[in-house]
């Protein structure tokens, strides 16, 4: 081992990487513990877990290269993402995991009370809150629950070739809305939503997935500012907000 570097690091979690080894420190024990069993039950590849303490949890790296990165070029090939959409569909078609998942009128007065802030704090455009909330009321309808992954943005998906060879980070898991998971995969990415969706095998809404695209970047610029990071940074979430002019 020549170094141990951070990956990433807030005032919630931190996960660090010595060698193939992966150290993830939670502040909320329920996240790992959600994280532990989600990854034993998901029917897809996941990080082995070495070894586990309060508050700590040692995972294997997996093999290959993440699918991309939020506001970089994927250069992974149409297959891969096609590869990441017949995973999903594994996933949704799996048993729903014991734990429940948001309830979507504490979610739509969330959206609410996000949109205000950031008109009422400057942050964001009037124009622009109002279009994107409009466009989000879409998404919130009364959904099938499937077993969802919960933050499967395109880091999250490792492929080797045309490949996955792994999901992590799944301490977001639960009960949710499949095209949720979708929409967190191809945000910033809308270039591969066909090849996504054609994986998947299974009619969508692609006017859900757009709300959700809308719905979860509204919700995610307080806390990635609150955090130390850049929502604004080129093809991340403002510049996904901005696309919906």
Known sequence: MDEVKVVVAHSERATLRAADVF?????????????????????????????????????????????????EPSTASPAAWAAAGAAIRKLHEAPLPPWPGRDLDALAAELDGECEWLVTNGVLPAELVTRNRQIADAALRPWTPVFTHGDLQIAHVFVAGDEITGIIDWSEASRGDALFDLATLTLGHEEHLGDVVAGYGADVDLDVIRAWWSLRSLLAVRWLVEHGFDPSAPGCEVDVLRSRL
Request: charged residues 25%; proline residues 10%.
């Open 23 to 71: 150290l993830k420190v939670d502040a909320d024990q329920a996240r790992l513990d959600v994280e532990v069993e989600a990854m034993a039950l998901a029917p897809v590849p996941t990080p082995e877990v070495l070894w586990r303490k309060p508050s700590v949890l040692a995972l294997a790296a997996v093999p290959g290269r993440a699918l991309g990165r939020l506001g």
